[in-house]
């Protein structure tokens, strides 16, 4: 059983950053690739950044790059920080898991079996 556990969300300024956490509670964290998405209201679910096994691989979307840096730990931990916030970013965003040997992280939500609940984040202007 695979549980994901997002914090970190909240109230943050235009022009702000923020730092979003997913904690695993898995055997072994490493077998995982592991990404953000987030869906905003009225919207379609969109890829933020994601994260390989080893750290090596970190493709990020295209709305976010520049902005945005993804990091894990060895044991249980990923972390998302999200740099000059504006508007477009007020979404409830989401922790996954892929336990498949892909060559590198998938962008696509699909290829994502377990998640996290969301943690929401909205930036006041």
């Known amino acids: 059983q695979v549980q994901l556990v997002e914090s970190g969300g909240g109230v943050v300024q235009a022009g702000g950053s923020l730092r979003l956490s997913c904690t695993a509670s898995?055997?072994?964290?490493?077998?995982?690739?592991m990404a953000w998405f987030r869906r905003a209201p009225g919207k379609e679910r969109e890829f933020v950044a994601a994260?390989?096994?080893?750290?090596?691989?970190t493709p990020f979307g295209d709305s976010v790059r520049g902005r945005v840096s993804i990091s894990r730990d060895y044991y249980n931990t990923m972390e998302l920080q999200i740099d000059r916030l504006n508007a477009e970013d007020t979404a409830t965003y989401y922790c996954?898991?892929?336990?498949?040997?892909?060559?590198?992280?998938?962008?696509?939500?699909?290829?994502?079996?377990?998640w996290g609940q969301g943690t929401q984040v909205t930036v006041s202007s």
């Open positions: 996954a898991a892929d336990d498949r040997a892909d060559a590198t992280p998938s962008r696509a939500a699909a290829e994502y079996y377990y």
């Open positions: 898995v055997r072994t964290f490493t077998v995982y690739d």
């Open positions: 994260i390989s096994r080893t750290g090596g691989s």
